[in-house]
Structure formats: C-alpha cells, structure tokens
C-alpha cells in the first residue's frame, strides 16, 4: 500500500513566482494537513482539510492557500514567493483529524 | 498554553549504546506521536500512542497519561539511528504541536 506521496520532490522557483504542490494521501485517509518546515525549525501548521473542507489554518498570509479533491489529494498553492518561503513542505494524511497521522516526504522548495 | 518539551536537545552515544529521550506536556492530550526526521529528510511516523507502551523492533515508546511524560527508548542503537527525534500531540485540536526535536548521533 503507498504512502503519503508528495510532489514534486525538489522545486527551484524566483521570487515572485507562484508554486503548487500536490499531496496524495494514503488510500482511505480523509484528512491532510499542511506543514512548512524552515531548516534549523521544527514544523509550522498550515493548513488542515477534512472531508473536503478547511479545518484549520495557521498563521500565515494570504498567498498560501490550499485545497482538497473529492478523491481527498490535496494541493498547497503559494503566490508571490518569497526568498523566506524556501523551505521543507511536508503533508500528513489520517483517517481522520483525531487518528494518528503519517507524514510524506515533503517537497524542498527553494526561491532564489 | 499548550507546549511540548523535550530532552536532551542533543545526544551523542557509542554504537549498542541504550538511549532514551523524554517529552513532556502542559495539558491532557488523546494521543502522542513520536516522529524521525533524517538530515535534510522528511518525517517518518514512529509510533502514535494514547496509553502504555509500544514496541517496533529495536524503538519502545511509553507514555504515562498521569505525568503527562512519554519516551522513546533505542535498544542497541546504530548509526543509521542517527537523526533528529521529535515528540507531537494536537492537543485535541486541528494541528500538531512538536516538540523542539532531539538530536541523536549515534557514534560507530
């Protein structure tokens, strides 16, 4: 059975350009959560959708959005990048918000 | 307000060595998690556990709900053992709290 698979793995992107990343949960998880991960820093909570439908949302500005599909992949969208946005972007799906959650690999965004 | 601590930040041990890294927290929780994040790596989920104890292989982690206190122990540890231990609980909310993470390095 797959894991939380995450793409692009690696992504190297200018300021002010804009960037998706795509994250397909394990097979039957309805929730996924958005991490970003600065080096050196633990991980900061994004966003969380269940069920199709924002959940949570963590403190950061409106050039990060997100979305869930009816086949419960998810996309995180971030609009004019910022040198700071370089980061590890890590998805985690679970049953649901309260199970246990597994983590993908993340993508590794890098702005220049 | 909710935290996760954890201790050591830093520990450095000979191979086959028994290592133990503690997590504590400020409030009830269900459930915690116990994550491994290699060097420039993604998180790998360790172990979720709400009670008791687990084992995988050489990993055991234990929680007691009471203490509000949970470790991860590595039995004979390795260096491919090395990389940063982190502690998470949601605290019946939307997101993770981590803890700041321990930093394992696992000398041959």
Same mark, same amino acid.
């Given at each position: 059975d797959a894991g939380v698979t995450q793409s692009p793995t690696h992504l190297i992107k200018t300021r002010g350009q804009h960037v998706t990343l795509r994250c397909s949960p394990i097979s039957g998880h309805k929730s996924v959560s958005w991490y970003q991960q600065v080096l050196g820093q633990g991980p900061q909570f994004i966003f969380q959708y269940y069920e199709k439908e924002e959940r949570g949302r963590g403190?950061? /500005? &409106?050039r990060f959005s997100a979305r869930q599909f009816p086949n419960y992949s998810s996309e995180l969208n971030v609009n004019? %990048? %910022? %040198?700071? &946005?370089?980061a590890l972007y890590l998805c985690a799906s679970s049953f649901r918000p309260d199970y246990g959650y597994t983590f993908g690999s993340g993508t590794r965004l890098t702005v220049v | 307000k909710n935290e996760v601590e954890q201790s050591p930040q830093n520990l450095t041990a000979q191979e086959g060595e028994f290592i133990t890294i503690n997590c504590s927290y400020s409030v009830g929780i269900s459930a915690l998690h116990w994550l491994q994040q290699h060097p420039g790596g993604g998180i790998v989920s360790l172990f979720m556990l709400s009670s008791g104890k687990k084992k995988h292989g050489r990993l055991i982690a234990t929680i007691n709900i009471q203490e509000k206190h949970s470790s991860l122990h590595i039995t004979a *540890?390795? /260096?491919? &053992? *090395?990389a940063v231990y982190i502690c998470a609980t949601n605290f019946g909310n939307e997101k993770l709290t981590f803890g700041t993470g321990t930093r394992l390095t696992i000398i041959p």
């Open positions: 403190n950061f /500005p &409106d004019a %990048l %910022l %040198l700071g &946005d370089s | *540890s390795h /260096p491919r &053992d *090395s």
